[in-house]
């Protein structure tokens, strides 16, 4: 996982984003989406997302994202941790991304993003934590 | 209302001594072509194309359940087992399928494991066949994944199983085929998953047997998505370059389910597929 790695000429026209300000509408597209809420409802987990240097503590709560924190921390503990970094993040955002970019297992097998810890609670949850980390991905253009 | 061509029955049949009642589904006319499905999944992948006029106006399209896989039940006493298919159980089953249903030397198109199993009867029994089409099919791919995960008394094996290989479905596909596809694998038996991985993951004999596939006997073509993280376009191509005279096609917007992930995406790669299969007739890179 490191900037500079497989697939960095497909990413780099993709403008800068926030990726705090992303993570918030995530956040509010979820209260939106009662189906995943359901999907989620035993998931009540923190969840380190880290994209680059910075971190953030995403408080799950019976499928709801009830508090985003952003880092650095060492007193937060965590059930597992998604490290990546922000062109990755980007491209895996767009709304049809390339090989690779596609999927958060996708980004871990090109070697653009690392899963740490619980990998088994990730995998419980797998259908829920996947869509709600692509609940930050662009419409596709009618 | 419609009602669709394919016609379903089922047919007992004697594999390594078990009896197995196995469900094949059948459509079209012609050159005979037996449809192998993917690991934990089921003859529904291939429904597309067993419904395209296209296809099936000169060639009769099968696909059957692989014993503990869709309508097929798995064997008397399951219940004390565990399930890991092997290479020979493969072959023999799908051999015993064309014996039961009088299938003189069909194409055999396969997808995934089913793909991995061609190749191996490519190098094994190919006397039996007149060309092998092997999609998303490679020499041997290790797991990237614990298959453990799929076959747990504390989780939903098919929900974790169908969430892994959402993993390989491109973002080309139509919501409605992505959601079918993943469907089978949501739906299927516990542990089938897992033991259909154990043969995929694990067996990689495949590999020395490479080089003896006689392609101007029996045609050997290979097709992968390039959104298939499993078998990669450079897990095909090398296998491809390991077969002498064996062809290669990546299709670039598809992943590792193309018959059932997205129908119309891959119809012109499957015929074109066919058209290869005749031996000793040069047909156009």
Redesign the interface.
């Known amino acids: 996982m490191a900037a500079g790695g497989k697939g960095d000429h497909a990413v780099g026209l993709i403008k800068e984003i926030d990726v705090l300000e992303r993570i918030k509408a995530m956040q509010q597209a979820l209260a939106r989406t009662p189906h995943l809420v359901r999907l989620g409802r035993l998931f009540s987990e923190t969840v380190l997302l880290q994209v680059d240097e910075a971190e953030y503590y995403l408080h799950f709560d019976k499928g709801e994202l009830v508090a985003i924190e952003p880092g650095p921390s060492r007193k937060i503990a965590w059930c597992f941790a998604i490290r990546t970094d922000a062109a990755a993040l980007r491209a895996y955002w767009t709304?049809?991304?390339t090989?690779?970019f596609?999927?958060?297992?996708?980004l871990v097998?090109i070697d653009r993003a690392r899963i740490d810890g619980d990998i088994?609670c990730l995998?419980?949850n797998?259908?829920f934590f996947?869509e709600f980390l692509s609940l930050g991905r662009e419409e596709v253009p009618a | 209302m419609s009602i669709e061509p394919i016609t379903g029955r089922y047919a007992t049949v004697e594999i390594e001594g078990r009896a197995q009642r196995i469900y094949f589904e059948e459509a079209g006319s012609g050159r005979p072509v037996l449809c192998l499905h993917t690991a934990g999944a089921d003859t529904r992948q291939w429904r597309h194309l067993m419904n395209d006029a296209a296809v099936t106006r000169d060639h009769r399209l099968i696909a059957f359940d692989m014993p503990w896989h869709g309508k097929s039940l798995p064997p008397q006493g399951f219940e004390r087992e565990e399930y890991l298919l092997t290479t020979e159980t493969y072959i023999a089953t799908v051999l015993a399928v064309c014996e039961a249903l009088g299938l003189e030397r069909p194409i055999l198109a396969g997808c995934s494991m089913g793909g991995r199993i061609a190749l191996q009867l490519a190098a094994l029994h190919p006397e039996r066949f007149a060309g092998f089409i092997a999609i998303e099919a490679s020499d041997f791919q290790p797991a990237?994944?614990d298959i453990d995960?799929f076959d747990r008394p504390d989780?939903h094996g098919g929900?974790?199983g169908?969430?892994?290989v959402?993993?390989n479905i491109?973002?080309?596909a139509p919501d409605a085929e992505r959601w079918n596809t993943l469907w089978m694998f949501m739906a299927s038996g516990p542990g089938v998953f897992r033991g259909d991985l154990s043969f995929y993951t694990r067996d990689d004999s495949l590999i020395g047997r490479l080089a003896r596939i006689d392609t101007s006997q029996t045609p050997v073509h290979l097709l992968v998505g390039?959104?298939d993280?499993t078998c990669t376009p450079e897990d095909a191509e090398r296998t491809a370059a390991a077969i002498h005279g064996a062809t290669c096609t990546v299709m670039d917007e598809l992943g590792h389910f193309p018959m059932s992930e997205h129908p119309e995406g891959f119809r012109p790669f499957f015929i074109d597929a066919l058209a290869r299969m005749t031996a000793g007739k040069e047909v156009a890179a």
């Open positions: 709304a049809r991304p090989p690779g596609h999927d958060l297992f996708g097998k088994l995998v419980k797998l259908r996947k | 990237w994944y995960w989780a929900q974790m169908a969430a892994l959402s993993a491109s973002p080309y390039a959104y993280l």
